[in-house]
C-alpha cells in the first residue's frame, strides 16, 4: 500500500512517515518491499539497489532540488516495484510555483494511487512558535540527544523573542495549508498532532 502524508510541517509527521515505514517493513516481512522516499517534490531517483538487487526509488544527494516537473514525479511513482511511503509539504509545492493544471493533474493521480493522511494541530499557537524556533535555531527536526542539546543550547541559555508578525506569518500559511488540502485531496485520515502523538503506534 502507498502511503501520503500531507503536511505544513512541525505537526509530527516526520516521525509518523518514519513510524508507518517501519510498521509495514515488519508487517510485510520486506515483500513488498516498502521504500520511504521523504518529500515527493524535490528530487526522486529511479536506480539499482545492490541490497535488494532491484530497482528501486529513492534519493540521492545530487539529485535534490525543484528540477523535475510534477509529471516526471508522478511517473517515477507509477514505476516504482515497491510500496511507498512518503510525504507532501505544502510549502514545497508554493515554492515550486507549477502552473495549477500542473498541479490538479498531480493531485488527482495521488489520491488514486495514495491513502493519504493529513496531518494537524489544535494549538496553533504552538505550531508557530515551534516555526518560529526552527527559523532561530536554522534546524528543522533533530535526531538524536547530542543534536538537540547543540542545536537548542544558545536558545535554551538565552530565549528568543518573537515577534507578533511572525506568528500571525505562520497562523496564515497553517490556513493555507488546510484550504490546500480541503480543495485538492481525499483524506483518507487525520493525525491529529495534540490528539494522536502520545498513541501515535495505535493510531
Avoid at 104 to 113: A, H, M, V
Avoid at 145 to 173: A, C, M, R, S, T
Avoid at 177 to 201: G, M, P, Q, S
Amino acid at each position: 500500500m502507498n502511503v501520503l502524508v500531507l503536511t505544513p510541517d512541525r505537526v509530527g509527521s516526520t516521525l509518523l512517515q518514519r513510524l508507518i515505514t517501519a510498521y509495514a517493513v515488519i508487517s510485510q516481512n520486506h515483500s513488498p518491499l516498502t521504500i520511504n522516499l521523504h518529500e515527493l517534490t524535490n528530487g526522486l531517483v529511479s536506480y539499482h539497489n545492490d541490497t535488494f538487487n532491484k530497482k528501486i526509488l529513492g534519493k540521492r544527494p545530487d539529485a535534490w532540488g525543484y528540477h523535475q516537473s510534477l509529471e516526471t514525479v508522478a511517473g517515477l511513482l507509477q514505476t516504482a516495484n515497491h510500496d511507498i511511503v512518503a510525504r507532501l509539504a505544502h510549502y514545497h509545492i508554493k515554492r515550486r510555483g507549477d502552473a495549477l493544471g500542473e498541479q490538479l493533474s498531480f493531485y488527482r493521480w495521488l489520491n488514486e494511487n495514495f491513502y493519504i493522511v493529513a496531518t494537524r494541530r489544535q494549538n496553533l499557537f504552538e505550531h508557530a512558535v515551534s516555526w518560529a524556533i526552527v527559523g532561530e535555531s536554522k534546524n528543522l527536526n533533530v535526531f538524536n540527544h547530542d543534536q538537540k542539546y547543540q542545536v537548542f543550547k544558545e536558545i535554551n541559555q538565552h530565549g528568543i523573542e518573537i515577534q507578533p508578525d511572525v506568528i500571525n506569518k505562520y497562523l496564515v500559511q497553517y490556513q493555507e495549508y488546510l484550504d490546500w488540502v480541503d480543495r485538492h485531496f481525499e483524506v483518507n485520515a487525520w493525525f491529529d498532532y495534540e490528539r494522536d502523538i502520545a498513541n501515535i503506534e495505535q493510531f
